[in-house]
């Protein structure tokens, strides 16, 4: 058996650029996805606070260092410039790995910029 749990997530970035005449999915700066541990087409799901809406897209590489967070079509119109939004990506572990599993969460700064301390 296998059970579903949080592989990491990407707390609170603010929504940079929403493109609705896109084929879709969700852009995130590179050095976010790599402190998340998040892959180029990974499956994620998008929790937006600002309203509530929950999607689920898959990741498209950004551009390093820009904070970029861009929801691309239909997911475009879940949120708007601005939004605070949670990126949780998901894995799958066996009972004994999941027994002593802890995700990663990364807490970017305002601007969807890596805190270093």
Same mark, same amino acid.
Do not use: C
């Given at each position: 058996?296998?059970?579903?749990?949080?592989?990491?997530?990407?707390?609170?970035?603010?929504?940079?650029?929403?493109?609705?005449?896109?084929?879709?999915?969700?852009?995130?700066?590179?050095?976010?996805?790599?402190? %998340?541990?998040?892959? =180029?087409?990974?499956?994620?799901?998008?929790?937006? /606070?600002?309203? &509530?809406?929950?999607?689920?897209?898959?990741?498209?590489?950004?551009?390093?260092d820009t904070g970029i967070i861009c929801l691309n079509?239909? %997911?475009?119109?879940? =949120?708007q410039v601005g939004d605070l939004v949670i990126v /949780?990506?998901? &894995?799958?572990?066996?009972?004994?790995?999941?027994?002593?599993?802890?995700?990663?969460?990364?807490?970017?700064?305002?601007?969807?910029?890596?805190?270093?301390?």
């Open positions: 058996m296998w059970i579903q749990m949080v592989k990491s997530k990407l707390h609170r970035v603010k929504v940079t650029q929403a493109e609705l005449h896109y084929i879709g999915s969700i852009t995130i700066d590179k050095r976010l996805m790599e402190a %998340a541990g998040l892959m =180029a087409y990974e499956r994620v799901q998008v929790v937006n /606070i600002n309203n &509530g809406e929950r999607l689920e897209t898959y990741v498209i590489e950004g551009e390093a079509g239909p %997911a475009a119109r879940k =949120a /949780i990506g998901y &894995g799958f572990y066996t009972p004994e790995e999941a027994a002593h599993h802890h995700p990663l969460t990364v807490f970017p700064d305002d601007n969807n910029r890596l805190i270093v301390g």
